[in-house]
């Protein structure tokens, strides 16, 4: 009988030191160290040409479209109220591999509204489970369509 115990004992003693306990995640780990993010980073100065209109109000936003690898529209993230030196972190739907930026400006001057938008000619690609960087700058070049499209 007290054989039976000790083995018994001894067979629950080695099934838990078998079990390591760092290897048990908490769900939420898992989430964080697979989630792919991007980071826009909004750097076109428009300051001294709004200087020129005195009075002028304008607000400008950026729309990030997240597609899949069939060209597929799977989410949306909107930057709002975007001015130089802007930046922003967004998480990507679990499904998205590229991104397109639309911007959009609206600006009143004089009782006047002046608005506009164009799509940032340029796809940025995701790095899976990765960060990238997107840089809105003067530089790019813009157009009436969509990149990806």
Not at 31 to 46: A, G, L
Not at 122 to 140: A, P
């Amino acid at each position: 009988m007290k054989l039976k115990i000790l083995t018994l004992l001894l067979g629950v003693s080695l099934l838990f030191i078998s079990c390591d306990p760092t290897g048990i995640k908490d769900e939420s780990d898992v989430v964080n160290k697979t989630e792919t993010t991007y980071t826009v980073k909004y750097n076109i100065d428009m300051s001294d040409i709004w200087a020129q209109l005195p009075g002028a109000t304008h607000e400008e936003s950026l729309a990030i479209f997240e597609y899949n690898d069939l060209g597929e529209c799977v989410n949306t993230q909107n930057f709002k109220d975007v001015h130089y030196g802007s930046t922003k972190t967004f998480t990507a739907s679990k499904l998205a591999k590229k991104l397109a930026v639309y911007h959009e400006v609206e600006a009143e001057y004089n009782g006047k509204e002046a608005d506009t938008a164009y799509w940032i000619q340029q796809v940025f690609y995701l790095e899976e489970g990765g960060n990238i960087t997107i840089n809105i700058t003067g530089e790019l070049r813009v157009g009436a369509a969509n990149p990806i499209n």
